[in-house]
């Protein structure tokens, strides 16, 4: 059968007519911002009516399964409740911010070089070598998930670069064994961040040594404190063995996974509506071996470079972008033509998520507005005790960081006001540190407007909501089991 992949934004389901429920939503949301801007006084905090935007954000996405259009109402509506008489000249002027911001700017350019990269390896067959090579070690369903969250492991530098890369290595030999790309969005998003966070040669760990750093949590090295936090780091522990006991069989398929791998066992891998297409199963051109050095060459560039430019990531695709141009040049793999349209093309798939991302630091803004943050620290603070304050900043940290879709923005406001607390309790500060990152990997993980599960989602072909839906259920076993674990180290290191 053949199928046509749709447009980035095209809609999830295009023939299906409105059923009036949209509109009834719609109604029901401006009557409810309205009600909430009559009432709220000018100048006061917002206090609870702060959660609303998110709040929204959430309903919208699961009623209607689109994020982008969930994020834009959210946000909307938190711009109504701060300047009701001026929403539209605040939207204009916080999106012109947020795309102005440098963290967007090196966003759009590692994404966009990271679509080309991957796009590259395409065009020249090279992913194609690179399966066919593993497939021939690779005999079963359950070996090809393993072997995928090995990968994922192993490319630990960045949670971009394992999003993107890993689903590009291996999507084409799932697809051969029916593995739904629901559940290679998963394996693929559960070694990402929460793997990330457990390396100290990450992207991760050089940001959040720093921060530790520069607010005061140490005395000596950031870096130093952020390696003595690690074995506390519990939801990416959780994490990454929750998924290699999915990968293996021992954790069962649950909820919207089970339908989703049913399908996949029938013949169909890739879910109605997703950005992609079923991929041919080709012989690829010319030597395997070839072909598979082609493809491991650049990708040791690309996390080579990261490294020797000390983790940064648009250096190192930068350079693995220049360095596949040539390689492919010399040996007449591809045309140039061919390679610049490779990269373009890259850029172009990267649009959606990126467009995600962007109204995601839009809803970040206006909750830092609305005092969201500062609002859910100051409402738990009276029930805090040193043997409880763990497991309260991991559960209110991850509640934010999955409203927001900001693991890392959300802490440049709270480690100045959760460090000096912990420290005026006498709790272990790696033990705190350790419960600030575990909520920041959840939150990077289950929410379906993060950066990361974007990014998973995209390079596995399948929607944002469409992953977000069918990993939930694992997310919240992992949190429930972070949260047990950081209730019993409060209670047996305090």
């Known amino acids: 059968m053949s199928h046509t992949s749709p447009h980035a934004f095209a809609p999830s389901h ?45 309903t919208v996405a699961i009623v209607t399964h689109r994020t982008l259009e969930a994020l834009a109402i959210g946000s909307l509506a938190g711009l109504i409740l701060i300047e009701p008489s001026d929403y539209i000249g605040e939207l204009a002027d916080i999106s012109l911010s947020v795309m102005m911001n440098e963290t967007i700017a090196w966003l759009i350019l590692v994404c966009g070089l990271m679509g080309g990269f991957i796009a590259m390896l ?38 971009y670069l394992n999003a993107l890369a890993t689903p590009a290595a291996m999507k084409r030999l799932t697809d051969r064994f029916g593995v739904s790309r629901e559940k290679l969005a998963y ?47 519990l939801y990416g522990w959780v994490a990454m063995g929750l998924v290699f006991l999915v990968a293996i069989g021992i954790v069962p398929d649950l909820g919207p996974m089970k339908a989703a791998e049913a399908r996949a066992k029938g013949g169909r891998p890739i879910p109605e509506g997703a950005p ?59 045309t140039f033509p061919a390679l610049m349209d490779a990269i373009m093309d890259g850029f172009r798939t990267m649009m959606l998520p990126l467009a995600i991302v962007a109204v995601g630091f839009v809803l970040r803004d206006i909750n830092d507005q609305l005092g969201m943050t500062e609002f859910m620290i100051d409402g738990l603070a009276p ?4 043997a409880l304050l ?29 460090i000096p607390m912990a420290a005026h309790m006498g709790a272990p500060m790696p033990l705190v540190v350790g419960a600030l990152l575990s909520a920041s990997s959840f939150g990077s ?40 674990g950081f209730l019993l180290l409060g209670w047996w290191l305090t």
């Open 14 to 58: 295009p023939g299906r007519r409105s059923t009036g429920r949209t509109l009834a939503l719609v109604i029901g949301l401006l009557v409810t911002i309205a009600v909430l801007t009559y009432h709220h006084e000018s100048g006061t905090p917002f206090g609870w009516i702060s959660l609303v935007p998110s709040l929204i954000v959430l």
């Open 122 to 159: 395409e065009k020249s067959g090279c992913t194609l070598s690179f399966s066919h090579f593993i497939g021939r070690f690779v005999r079963t369903r359950r070996q090809s998930l393993i072997s995928t969250a090995v990968l994922g492991v192993l490319i630990f530098i960045d949670d």
């Open 276 to 334: 992609d297409s079923p991929l041919g199963d080709e012989t690829p051109r010319g030597r395997v071996w070839v072909g598979m050095f082609n493809f491991v060459a650049p990708m040791a560039v690309l996390i080579g470079a990261s490294a020797y430019f000390e983790i940064d990531l648009l250096k190192g695709v930068t350079a693995a972008t220049l360095f596949t141009i040539v390689l492919y040049l010399v040996q007449r793999l591809v």
């Open 383 to 386: 029930y805090l005790t040193p």
């Open 445 to 484: 993980h289950a929410c379906f407007f993060s950066d990361s599960s974007v990014l998973s989602s995209q390079g596995s072909g399948v929607l944002p909501m469409q992953h977000a839906l069918t990993q939930l259920p694992y997310t919240m076993i992992g949190a429930i089991v972070t949260a047990l």
């Open 187 to 233: 394996i693929v998003d559960s070694t990402a961040a929460p793997v990330c966070v457990l390396v100290p040669l990450s992207t991760w760990a050089v940001y959040f040594a720093e921060l530790l750093e520069t607010n005061g949590a140490t005395d000596g090295s950031g870096m130093w404190l952020y390696i003595q936090s690690i074995p506390f780091m």
């Open 390 to 418: 763990p497991a309260i900043v991991f559960v209110s940290m991850a509640v934010v960081v999955f409203a927001t879709g900001s693991s890392w923005g959300v802490f440049v406001i709270s480690i100045p006001i959760v």
